[in-house]
C-alpha cells in the first residue's frame, strides 16, 4: 500500500472530496480529507465514511492512518 493507492481509493468512494496523503513507509499515513458530503456531520461520522472508502485494505496491508476531515468552510 502506498500513499497514491491510498488517495485514489479515498477520491474513488468520495468523488467531491479534496484528498492529500503524506507519508510512504507502507505502513503509516497521514490523511487530510475535506468534502462538501462532511456537512454537519460528526467526526466519527467522516472517519467512517473514509475508511468505508478504503474497504478491506485498512485491515489488510494498512498499518495506521492518522485522519484530518472537514467540510469546505
Given at each position: 500500500m502506498n500513499?497514491?493507492?491510498?488517495?485514489e481509493l479515498i477520491e474513488a468512494g468520495l468523488p467531491d472530496a479534496t484528498v492529500q496523503v503524506l507519508g510512504d513507509d507502507g505502513q503509516h499515513f497521514d490523511a487530510i480529507v475535506e468534502s462538501p458530503s462532511f456537512t454537519g456531520k460528526p467526526l466519527i461520522a467522516q472517519?467512517?465514511?473514509v475508511y468505508a472508502t478504503l474497504g478491506d485494505s485498512f485491515e489488510g496491508a494498512l498499518h495506521a492512518l492518522s485522519l484530518k476531515t472537514s467540510a469546505p468552510r
Amino acid at each position: 500500500m502506498n500513499a497514491i493507492t491510498i488517495k485514489e481509493l479515498i477520491e474513488a468512494g468520495l468523488p467531491d472530496a479534496t484528498v492529500q496523503v503524506l507519508g510512504d513507509d507502507g505502513q503509516h499515513f497521514d490523511a487530510i480529507v475535506e468534502s462538501p458530503s462532511f456537512t454537519g456531520k460528526p467526526l466519527i461520522a467522516q472517519h467512517k465514511m473514509v475508511y468505508a472508502t478504503l474497504g478491506d485494505s485498512f485491515e489488510g496491508a494498512l498499518h495506521a492512518l492518522s485522519l484530518k476531515t472537514s467540510a469546505p468552510r
